[in-house]
């Protein structure tokens, strides 16, 4: 007995040993791969992408770690961006490229095949190859010199000397090409173009309950609602938030998005199918990480961006102040990068998006910029009628041939699979990709066939010029050459918040945004008949701007750009302004303004969605059992900050979320009621003009046999959320915390479902705020509590001589796990401190943690000469 125990601790011994011998020559192996931050570095000279380096490149990495490129002429500087973005992020951009072009499936294998089909479909990658042929000469050279720094880092890094994650999947990254920058341009338009998913849900709504209840289910915005050109007038801003949340009540004369018409309601979809439960079923289909950026407005509120400007009459220092935070899907490495470009008088510093020339928010010596999302209806779905054949598309009583675009996708382990993809007038037949993934779904229920839908978007014309217009803008000087650079930005169309060192501060919402012949493009249109056709896009002079305002600030917070009379229509899905009301309501409580005070708003988490509805659930709620009494108890005595100390903050969270279930599950049955749960916005205006009116129809849940009323649907939501708090947190409330359950997830980009992986590469961090929050906290409505949605990038900009300017990214600079700057900037971003905006190389080099210096191939031979 005693010989077996000690031959098994041997054995047991042996195993540990072995075991840890492994992990340590994997660990070694993978740090081999952590990028050169120190020395000279002699890259290749002239490529096919792009040309050689003319001078030394320094690149500095402060003592954040973010990197400061200086050279002597912007093309060198641009060649020393794309080295860094390839030194941090080399697999995030290649796992974006693959993304953009719809090649997933050559790594993954198999299990990609149905994103593939539909990225493939929607055709992003013949966008950008079609948009690169249209782009101008002088902005290609600017582009292919970036691309030939991130292809000098490709050709002289392979094996284990690149990413960790190319050895797990074994691959080796191609060449960067022009295409390649576009195509993640292209992606980073549809992550914040998401209007078809409201016109899926409108369809499947008026299917359920008719087009009156379905517009009570999606109230407009109120027209009494913030508008960006009208934030001085105080009869439209309201004193605070309540009257954001009884949005397009009685007296309300805007018309009601869907409502104009109803027509082919017996067309060739059965009566239970729900489309945005096609769409979102097939899209989920395959990696987790392509799922959520594919459906990333469909699962959670405020993808959107707060930002504001005040001119030097509100400065603490004579000159303007800006901030912005941009709000986009979670993931690690994070979307954005921060770096400091210089080359000769050219100089940027900001956020970058790994893979593009070009920052898209921060500052150069002369002005500033931000930006937030538009919300621009610039997405229309067309109902298509198809001959037998499949081949013609009926148009005006003629028919009109379909293109055909032969498509390979190339799947590890599998031989290719072939798409025909068939494209109309109005753009692909994206219902080809969904009904092929359906039909191949292993579900015990599949989803019925989708009837033909046709997809039109701006990104998808041949010369989307959006990267000429942040080539433009990081070198423009004052407010007309901004303006102007603004002409050629296409998709999505962004509210840009403008300041200058000579005072002056400014607005455009710049973007094509469609003229249709009829109809509000709320819902998928006949494209048979040609009443939607698009004739035209708003004038670049008549879209929304401003010019130093009279009320010397300005903010947008992806609310209504213009009031109600504005001639055209921009869009129709503009969330409840409560956090534009808050950084409104927070600039005129003070006269003047510091850094500081811009970052304390940014931190806010004061709930004017729990100002505006708390109340009126207050009012309702009749609860019996001992823990709803105490909850409830805790509710009156809040402040309504949503801090992540709060338990009412949890408790109001948790109500709100059973509310609407509560209220539409019946009327709506569990495919359309899941697809309605996440939009935050239209639940609470119709949850308050619901107990406003004591609507029994919505309120009496027709599957129980007896009728409720609207104190009791109220009072069951309620003790359904304690009770499911309770499951979590335990009986005793005193310890309820909200970010005891509240976490803002951060997944790998790609391995995050490989378990063995997740802990060394995925993030997770305790957050406060909801999705009406400055600090904005959303929760995923099919990831209860969790936070998928994030200010990932912070910065407020001092355009003063002092400079006091400062950012932050969510997560780090390094895209290497094994790097102490894989997610260093974590907790400074959960406690909203920013690190400094350093331009001054003085200021960079003190503290400095590496010291790169690139020299070209040519330029070393000679110099042995």
Not at 263 to 274: D, E, F, Q, V
Not at 473 to 483: I, L, S, Y
Not at 537 to 565: G, K, Q, S
Not at 694 to 717: F, L, P, S
């Amino acid at each position: 007995m005693r010989f077996a125990l000690k031959a098994l601790l041997i054995v047991a011994g042996l195993a540990l040993v072995v075991a840890t011998a492994a992990s340590l020559a994997l660990y070694v192996y993978a740090r081999h791969s952590l990028p050169a931050l120190d020395g000279t570095l002699v890259v290749p000279g002239a490529q096919s992408s792009g040309p050689a380096i003319t001078a030394p490149v320094d690149i500095i990495r402060d003592a954040d770690a973010i990197p400061h490129v200086f050279a002597a002429n912007k093309l060198d500087a641009l060649f020393g961006l794309g080295y860094v973005h390839a030194q941090d992020r080399l697999w995030q951009m290649e796992f974006q490229r693959r993304i953009g072009h719809g090649r997933l499936s050559e790594i993954f294998g198999r299990a990609t095949v149905p994103q593939d089909r539909f990225l493939r479909t929607v055709g992003f990658g013949r966008a950008a190859r079609s948009a690169w042929t249209a782009t101008p000469e002088w902005a290609k050279t600017q582009i292919n010199a970036y691309v030939a720094g991130v292809n000098a880092f490709i050709s002289t890094h392979h094996g284990s000397a690149l990413p960790p994650e190319f050895t797990l999947l074994r691959f080796e990254p191609e060449p960067w090409t022009g295409p390649d920058v576009l195509a993640w341009v292209k992606m980073m338009a549809w992550d914040l173009s998401a209007n078809y998913s409201f016109e899926l849900l409108r369809r499947d709504l008026v299917r359920m309950v008719g087009v009156e209840r379905m517009a009570e289910l999606m109230p407009p915005y109120p027209v009494a609602g913030l508008s960006i050109l009208a934030t001085g007038r105080a009869d439209e801003s309201g004193s605070g938030g309540e009257r954001a949340g009884h949005a397009g009540g009685a007296g309300t004369t805007i018309p009601v998005p869907g409502a104009h018409r109803v027509t082919g309601l017996n067309s060739s979809n059965p009566p239970h199918l729900s489309l945005s439960a096609a769409f979102t079923g097939a899209l989920s289909q395959g990696s987790p990480a392509v799922r959520d950026f594919l459906l990333g407005a469909w699962r959670a509120e405020a993808l959107g961006s707060n930002n504001w400007v005040v001119d030097g009459t509100l400065s603490a220092t004579g000159k303007p102040l800006l901030a912005n935070d941009p709000h986009l899907g979670t993931r690690i490495p994070s979307t954005w990068y921060l770096a400091h470009v210089v080359g000769g008088e050219f100089e940027m510093v900001g956020a970058t998006l790994p893979g593009v020339p070009a920052v898209a928010l921060g500052r150069n010596r002369f002005i500033a910029w931000g930006a937030t999302n538009v919300a621009a209806d610039v997405e229309d779905l067309y109902r298509e009628h198809l001959d037998e054949t499949g081949r013609f598309a009926e148009f005006r009583g003629t028919k009109e041939p379909i293109t055909i675009v032969p498509e390979t996708i190339i799947v590890k382990g599998r031989g290719p699979i072939q798409l025909q993809v068939r494209v109309t007038r109005h753009g692909p037949l994206v219902s080809d990709a969904i009904n092929a993934t359906n039909a191949e779904s292993t579900r015990k229920e599949k989803a019925p066939p989708v009837e033909p839908l046709a997809f039109r978007w701006t990104a998808l014309d041949a010369d989307d010029s959006t990267v000429v217009s942040f080539l433009k803008v990081n070198e423009a000087r004052t407010w007309d050459q901004f303006a102007t650079a603004l002409r050629d930005f296409v998709v999505p169309s962004q509210n840009f918040v403008y300041a200058d060192v000579d005072g002056h501060i400014g607005y455009y919402a710049p973007g094509r945004i469609p003229i249709r012949a009829g109809g509000d493009g709320s819902r998928p249109a006949e494209g048979w008949t040609g009443d939607a056709e698009w004739t035209g896009w708003i004038p670049f002079d008549r879209l929304p701007h401003l010019f130093d305002p009279p009320d010397h600030f300005i903010v947008t917070a992806n609310h209504r750009p213009a009031p109600p009379e504005y001639p055209y229509l921009l869009g129709l899905e503009w969330p409840e302004p409560y956090r534009a009301q808050r950084v409104v309501d927070l600039i005129r409580e003070k006269a003047t303004f510091t850094p500081d005070d811009f970052a304390r708003m940014q931190a806010d988490t004061y709930s004017l969605h729990a100002r505006a509805l708390l109340p009126l659930l207050l009012q309702h709620a009749q609860p019996s059992a001992p823990e709803d009494r105490q909850a409830i108890a805790m509710l009156r005595g809040w402040n309504f900050d949503s801090s992540r100390v709060s338990a009412p903050a949890a408790i109001f969270a948790a109500w709100f979320h059973q509310l609407a279930p509560t209220l539409v599950g019946d009327d709506l049955g569990p495919l359309v009621a899941d697809s309605y749960q996440s939009r935050f916005t239209y639940i609470t205006r119709f949850v308050v003009h619901t107990l406003i009116r004591n609507d029994a129809r919505w309120c009496d849940d027709g599957r129980t046999g007896k009728q409720e009323t609207c104190d009791e649907a109220v009072t069951t939501a309620l003790h359904l959320a304690v009770a499911d708090l309770t499951r979590r947190m335990g009986g005793d409330m005193a310890r309820w915390r909200w970010d005891r359950i509240h976490l803002a997830a951060f997944p790998h980009s790609g391995l995050d479902t490989v378990a063995a992986l997740r802990p060394l590469l995925s993030r997770a961090v305790p957050n406060g705020g909801d999705w009406s929050t400055v600090n904005v906290g959303p929760v995923a409505a099919d990831a209860l509590y969790e936070q998928h949605s994030v200010p990932g990038y912070r910065q407020i900009i001092d355009l003063s001589p002092a400079n006091d300017s400062r950012f932050l990214d969510a997560v780090g600079e390094s895209g290497h796990p094994l790097s102490p700057h894989y997610d260093d900037f974590l907790a400074d971003w959960q406690a909203v401190r920013h690190r400094k905006m350093r331009m001054e190389r003085a200021e960079i080099e003190k503290g400095a943690i590496g010291r790169l210096t690139l020299r070209s191939q040519l330029s070393s031979l000679k110099s042995q000469r």
